[in-house]
């Protein structure tokens, strides 16, 4: 694989692991916007005009961000309201190399098992013991250059 991308990888994962761990990923009943003006002691009326909006403007977009269904550009101007800076992020459940194996081995997996399955319909059967060590081989091999498919659902 190209060095350049595997180290950008290991430092964006490094980046990530603090957000993986992190207990700000659940959002609070009700939201963040709802929850932050609260404990500011902040009516919704107040925040309104701090973005030049009306009350009822700001509890439709508190209800929205409860839904999910705020867009970024709404959230921001809500955090500016409050004195907060937005924080975008997307979180892997996962290392982004635990995720690239784990596809790595699914791809494998499934190319193995597919000529496994041809040479079975000639009788050629292969011991599952060999099976598995040309998954892991094409794993890695895999890993080392993915190809064209890489991603594809297996």
Known sequence: MNEFKELTRKQLDQ????????????????????????????????????????????????????????????LRKLAQGLECELVYALVPKASLDEIMREQAHRRAKSIVQSVSSSMELEDQVLPVQEQSRQIETLTESLLTKPSTGFWDEV
């Not at 003006?37 to 009822?56: C, D, F, H, P, Y």
Request: charged share 25%.
């Open 15 to 74: 980046k990530l692991a603090v957000l993986r761990q992190s207990s700000l990923r659940e959002v609070p009943r009700g939201g963040w916007t709802k929850t932050i003006r609260t404990a500011l002691g902040m009516n919704s009326e107040a925040l309104g005009k701090r973005i030049g909006v009306t009350q009822s403007a700001v509890s439709q977009l508190e209800a929205s961000e409860e839904t999910e269904s705020i867009s970024l550009a709404s």
